[in-house]
Each structure stands twice: as C-alpha cells, then as structure tokens.
C-alpha cells in the first residue's frame, strides 16, 4: 500500500500562483511515476501533468508553459508549481502514484482561482 497525502490547494486571483505537494509514504518501489489529475463537477478526471523516475514529464496542453511539475525521489515527494492561474484551472487536483501493477490516489485539493 501506498499512501498520499496533498498539500496546498486553495484560493487565488486569476494570474496568480500556488505550488501543489504530494508526499508519498509506504512500498514505495521503482520505477515508479507520480501524476496531477483535476476534476470538476460533472467531469471525468483529466490529466494535469504527469513525472516518471527518471524525470520525464508530460502536461496536459491546457497547462503547457504555465505549470511545472517536478518530484524529488529522496523525499518520495512530487511538486506542481502552478503561475498564470486562470478561472478554468479551478478543481479538486488529485495525486496518482503508479508503479506497475498497481496505482493509488490521494484525498484530493481544492484549487479556486477567482476571476
């Protein structure tokens, strides 16, 4: 089992910042790979960005260039730095780790960026 635990979600101006944590605690074993999932009301979950082992990183395209997602492996830790917030980026942003064959999810956290 792995668990999850996300931090700093909440409230912001459109055109402003906040950085997303995801510390991972448990059977941590490699490779692995972390991701950032958004969900709002009546949608399926979609993709944000997602960071292998080795670094290798994928965004989802409404986020490409604004959004940095990053994780250091010695803390089993990932990050999503967040900058030119716009309205539509509000949601509960979800934490995925996989490492084949299973995946787990955290608690979710709650992104509201105010126009």
């Known amino acids: 089992q792995v668990q999850l635990v996300e931090s700093g979600g909440g409230l912001v101006q459109s055109g402003g910042s906040l950085t997303l944590s995801c510390a991972a605690s448990g059977s941590i074993f490699t490779p692995n790979a972390m991701g950032w999932y958004r969900q709002t009301p009546g949608k399926e979950r979609g993709l944000v960005a997602s960071i292998d082992y080795g670094g290798s990183r994928n965004y989802g395209d409404s986020v490409k260039g604004r959004f940095t997602i990053s994780r250091d492996n010695a803390k089993n830790t990932m990050y999503l730095q967040m900058n030119s917030l716009k309205p539509e980026d509000t949601g509960v942003y979800y934490c995925?780790?996989?490492?084949?064959?299973?995946?787990?999810w955290g608690q979710g956290t709650l992104v509201t960026v105010s126009p």
């Open positions: 995925r780790f996989s490492s084949i064959p299973s995946s787990y």
